[in-house]
């Protein structure tokens, strides 16, 4: 959680990406942009090396982001009024 918040819910170095919806916000875990960068490059076929660095990093960040964060699954929430 180098450049996360220290807590849960806390702002840190780099910021999250939530979309405003409606009344409802969008939140675009990293977890979540790596899967789609990781389906990308397994549809696409990508030199060997390039391909098995890349899907052993994002494999490595896929795992991080659900595993060390327990809103990892709260993807679309209520705005509070």
Not at 42 to 55: D, I, T
Request: glycine fraction near 12%; charge should be positive.
């Amino acid at each position: 959680k180098f450049f996360s918040g220290k807590r849960q819910g806390q702002t840190g170095i780099v910021k999250s990406i939530i979309f405003n919806v409606g009344n409802y916000r969008l939140h675009l875990h990293h977890w979540i942009a790596c899967s789609g960068a990781l389906a990308f490059l397994s549809l696409f076929n990508f030199p060997a090396v390039f391909a098995h660095f890349s899907c052993g990093i994002l494999g490595g960040l896929i795992f991080q982001g659900i595993f060390c964060y327990q809103d990892w699954y709260k993807i679309i929430t209520k705005c509070s009024s």
